[in-house]
T-cell receptor
Framework: DAGVIQSPRHEVTEMGQEVTLRCKPISGHDYLFWYRQTMMRGLELLIYFNNNVPIDDSGMPEDRFSAKMPNASFSTLKIQPSEPRDSAVYFC????????????FGQGTRLTVV | AQKVTQAQTEISVVEKEDVTLDCVYETRDTTYYLFWYKQPPSGELVFLIRRNSFDEQNEISGRYSWNFQKSTSSFNFTITASQVVDSAVYFCALSEGDGANNLFFGTGTRLTVIP
């Protein structure tokens, strides 16, 4: 398996624009996580899915953020409208058994909102 | 309160030295899981080890070893004979409870190995 695949690797956008980040988890993994990494807040969980169903979105910062998982092999994280404070590295991860097992991370998307 | 504390923000060692990265965690659950991840300069997060709360056996994998002590709520990571390729940020993480799925990460320790 190629591991968790995220796209794009880098995204630069203007404030107010819509941004969509994409993730393909490892095949067979039932859990998918979206994390955000910033200097100020470190690594924080935004949302996670179990069997394509969103389970906990309490980490999503505000209504401008939304995430979907239409099938077992694809998830998106959307920010609309984007703001400069959304600039961060966004990681997608997947695991077999949720918090009981190790999560495998994608290479991340570095988002810059200008 | 921080669930995972990595008090060492940055450490520099000379190649071939041993180095220990500290991790202290806080939880009220009796079932929990501890992890270490490595983030090299390229940015990805690489899984290193997982430990559950019922297994206090220390583990060795090549130059890496981990010391899990429930009595002090610590899960320390030692690199023996460090190499330049070990330079990275290392994160300790905690997942609580049998049904919880959130990974709480520490703030990371940046290790620089000087040739």
């Amino acid at each position: 398996d190629a591991g968790v695949i995220q796209s794009p690797r880098h995204e630069v956008t203007e404030m107010g624009q819509e941004v969509t980040l994409r993730c393909k988890p490892i095949s067979g993994h039932d859990y998918l996580f979206w994390y955000r990494q910033t200097m100020m807040r470190g690594l924080e969980l935004l949302i996670y899915f179990n069997n394509n169903v969103p389970i906990d979105d309490s980490g999503m910062p505000e209504d401008r953020f939304s995430a979907k998982m239409p099938n077992a092999s694809f998830s998106t994280l959307k920010i609309q409208p984007s703001e400069p404070r959304d600039s961060a590295v966004y990681f997608c991860a997947s695991s077999l058994g949720g918090g009981r097992t190790e999560a495998f991370f994608g290479q991340g998307t570095r988002l810059t909102v200008v | 309160a921080q669930k995972v504390t990595q008090a060492q923000t940055e450490i520099s060692v000379v190649e071939k030295e041993d180095v220990t990265l500290d991790c202290v965690y806080e939880t009220r659950d009796t079932t929990y899981y501890l992890f270490w991840y490595k983030q090299p300069p390229s940015g990805e997060l690489v899984f290193l080890i997982r430990r559950n709360s019922f297994d206090e056996q220390n583990e060795i994998s090549g130059r890496y070893s981990w010391n899990f002590q429930k009595s002090t709520s610590s899960f320390n990571f030692t690199i023996t004979a460090s190499q330049v390729v070990d330079s990275a940020v290392y994160f300790c993480a905690l997942s609580e409870g049998d049904g919880a799925n959130n990974l709480f990460f520490g703030t990371g320790t940046r290790l620089t190995v000087i040739p």
